[in-house]
Structure formats: C-alpha cells, structure tokens
C-alpha cells in the first residue's frame, strides 16, 4: 500500500485500471448527460478505490497524500471521461466538509459525494454582494434546536442536480461585527422552502442557479463550525477554489489544446507563434499548480497565494480560446461546435472564483505588502 502512495506509481497503476475499465462517455452534451456521466465514474473510480485516496480515512477515505487527487483527476478528465465544472466540486467542498463539520456527519457525507451518490453545491455569492462576501444578506435566526433561514443565492453552480448545499449566513444582532456574524450551515436541498431556479447563461447553458430560502428549517447539528465560523471556512475554503479544483481544468484545457492543433494541422496550416504562446501559458500554469500541490503534500495551508493560480488559469484559459477564434475564422462565430460554446464560457474565467481584479489586489496587498492604493 505506501508503494501506491508514490506518485509516479499510482499514476502508471491507475491508468493500467482505466485501459482496463470502459467509462467512454455516452453521446450526451447536455449538462444532465455530464452530471449523470460524472456520477458513472465517480462510482467506478470508488469501488475501484481511486477516488477515495487522497482523503483521510476517519472520512472513509484510504489516505495518501493530495497529490493523490490531483492525479485522479489529470487522468480523468484529461481522457474527457468526465468534465472539469462537476469534478471541481470534490475538491472544494470536501476539505471543508472534513475540516468543519462534526466528525460523525463528515464520516457519513464525504462518501456520498466520494461516490457520485450526491452532489453538492456551494450558497456563497448573493445579488449584490458577489465579491464583497462580508455584506451577505441571506439571515439565520435561532429557534431552539432549530435554525430558520430567509434569503437568497445566486450563481450557484448545478444547484439544480445537488442533494446538499454548504451555506453561508448571517446571524448574530445589529451590532456584531460583519466577518463575526457569518455561520455556515450544511442543507439539504429538497428542505421545505427551497427553491431552485437555473439561470441560462450566453453560452447556452443552465450551470449557474439562483437559490431561495424561505423559513427554511435546518437542525443545529448541521451548523459546520461553531456560529460566527463562517467567515473562517470561506477564507479556508476560498484557496481550494482558487487552486486544486483547478487540476482538473488544466488537464482538460490541455487536450483541448491538442484538438487545436489537430485542426490546424487538419487545415494544411503551419503551428506558428501564437500556439506557442498558448503552449507556454498552459505549460506555466501547470508548473504552479505542481508547486502547489507539493505545499499541499509537505502539511502547508493554502492561502492568499493561490491567488496566482487563479490568474495564470483565466489568463491560459482565454488565451487558448482567443488562438482558436484566429486561427479557425468563423468557427467560432458561424459553427455551432464545442469551440464556441468554451469560447463564450471562457468569457467568465476572469469572473468566476473571484475577478481578476480581485485576486490582483489580493496579491498585492496580502502576498508584496503593497497596501491599499
């Protein structure tokens, strides 16, 4: 068992097992076809043990480092077995789940998402209050063992395929300070007084959702944390959706960078500079997102620091698809092929996880003590 641990031997062991085991997706483009072949292989990559190492066992995990994951991951979707937006869930939700929840509710739920048997999502941004997290609106007010919740979420990815929810509040009175009266709580969706509506973005695609509360019950054993911990698990949380639920994007990102060049080679057109440039982007994200998987694996805490890594992924990211509007004129504005479609949505990847404009100040500010102006 520590021999699998190695990571060069648990890659070469795990792609022996998927040469072995057919999870070729079926004809399905639609966000439901993804959602459904990402539960396939969840399942098969949990009964096979692959996508518990990595986690730890008390959360029915079978240990090993996290760069464990990110291999799992690579190799998933790098063989487009399943796609990059669900797969991203695992590693957001699940250290919060381990490190916030109590240990018994953890070792009950991480398994179910673990195994595909449910997905989760993740009520943080609010209309209004998208980047400035502290000002969230949506209200939790105690009655007895019982919390009741008003409010709204939006953006909240695949809300409409997920059992669970983990959800930011505000509690506490008038005069508690904003990043004191933050308290999170883990909910179940189908909860009376849940709504769910899915919001069709340019891309034509229902990812994103808006998310309604209204005298939604949840019981106190449900709360992570203790009250005035919600800040606290978004700040710990915030560094995994700006960094390791990258891995599998970048792998993704790569082969779709080889479908290009297929194209272009297809076209009779000679691979020039902006290829190149493509190709040193790709190739300097992936080198960060290594270093940070090896903070990951020496026990370090990831901080303001993936910050960077969110820039150099939406920067990779739109570059790549920037090269395919030139290099294939009128694919993407006459074709309705994939290539549009991760055209429009690469729009966002300055957007999502933080602007741009955000993790710059953060870099600046937290990372070269450059201040406020």
């Not at 937006?85 to 109590?102: H, N």
């Not at 209200?139 to 983990?166: E, L, M, P, Y």
């Not at 940070?292 to 303001?304: D, F, I, M, N, V």
């Not at 920037?322 to 549009?340: A, Q, S």
Request: glycine share 8%.
């Amino acid at each position: 068992m520590t021999d699998l641990f190695e990571p060069a031997t648990f890659r070469t062991a795990l792609r022996t097992w998927l040469d072995e085991n057919d999870l070729t997706p079926p004809d399905d483009h639609s966000l439901q076809g993804h959602m459904q072949q990402f539960a396939r292989v969840q399942r098969a990559l949990y009964d096979g043990g692959w996508s518990r190492y990595g986690w730890p066992e008390e959360a029915g995990g079978l240990g090993g480092p996290a760069m464990l994951r990110a291999i799992v991951g690579e190799e998933v979707v790098g063989r487009r077995l399943a796609e990059p937006g669900p797969y991203s869930m695992l590693e957001v939700l699940t250290p919060t789940m381990i490190d916030y929840a109590q240990p018994e509710l953890a070792a009950e739920m991480v398994p179910k998402l673990l195994s595909g048997e449910e997905q989760w999502c993740q009520g943080f941004s609010e209309p209004g209050s998208g980047s400035d997290l502290a000002s969230l609106s949506t209200r939790a007010v105690q009655r007895g063992d019982t919390w009741v919740i008003n409010g709204q979420k939006v953006w909240t990815s695949f809300a409409q395929f997920s059992h669970r929810c983990v959800l930011l509040t505000r509690t506490g009175d008038a005069d508690t300070p904003d990043h004191q009266a933050i308290t999170a709580f883990f909910v179940d969706v189908d909860t009376p007084g849940i709504s769910v509506r899915p919001l069709r973005t340019m891309h034509d695609v229902d990812e994103f959702c808006e998310v309604y509360f209204d005298d939604v019950e949840v019981d106190s054993s449900r709360m992570l944390g203790k009250p005035g911990d919600g800040w606290q698990l978004a700040m710990d949380l915030l560094p995994y959706e700006r960094s390791t639920c990258f891995w599998q994007r970048i792998a993704y990102l790569y082969s779709r960078f080889d479908g290009l060049v297929d194209e272009v080679r297809g076209r009779g057109q000679a691979i020039d500079v902006d290829m190149g440039e493509v190709y040193l982007a790709l190739h300097t994200l992936r080198c960060r997102s290594r270093a940070t998987q090896h903070r990951l694996a020496e026990g370090q805490k990831l901080g303001a620091d993936t910050s960077i890594d969110k820039v150099l992924l939406a920067g990779a990211e739109q570059r790549l698809y920037d090269t395919v509007r030139d290099l294939l004129p009128g694919v993407i504005e006459l074709d309705d092929t994939e290539w549009r479609t991760e055209y429009l949505y690469s729009r966002a990847a300055t957007i999502y996880g933080g602007t741009a404009e955000i993790q710059r100040n953060i870099i600046a500010r937290r990372l070269l003590d450059l201040g406020k102006e």
